[in-house]
């Protein structure tokens, strides 16, 4: 079993930084895409960024050129940097992977808890 833990959430002003965390741990045989989900009040759950095994991230428009998302390989990591925050990024942020967890089974998806970002105007 694969197991996402995030940390990095928290309240924020509008304008300032926030970064999220997530490590993926238990049995993982390899990891083929990560990102980043979020879900506003009344809203539907939206991809907010993803980088895959081959390096090249996708964003959604509303936060391209704000938030940068990166990944560490070796300790199954990966990390969102939110710069510029808008009352608008206020959501619960969700953790995100497509991963085997041992060679003889195929891609599964897999969540984190989620964790709370408030943006104060």
């Known amino acids: 079993q694969v197991q996402l833990v995030e940390s990095g959430g928290g309240l924020v002003q509008a304008g300032g930084s926030l970064r999220l965390s997530c490590a993926a741990s238990?049995?993982?045989?390899?990891?083929?895409?990560m990102g980043w989900y979020r879900q506003a009040p009344g809203k539907q759950r939206e991809l907010v960024a993803s980088?895959?095994?081959?390096?090249?991230?996708t964003y959604s428009d509303s936060v391209k050129g704000r938030f940068s998302i990166s990944r560490d390989n070796a300790k199954n990591v990966v990390y969102l940097q939110m710069n510029s925050l808008k009352s608008e990024d206020t959501a619960v942020y969700y953790c995100?992977?497509?991963?085997?967890?041992?060679?003889?089974?195929?891609?599964?998806?897999?969540w984190g808890p989620g964790t709370q970002v408030i943006v104060s105007s």
């Open positions: 238990g049995s993982i045989f390899s990891i083929n895409n």
């Open positions: 980088i895959p095994i081959s390096g090249f991230t």
């Open positions: 995100y992977a497509r991963a085997r967890r041992a060679s003889w089974v195929g891609l599964d998806d897999y």
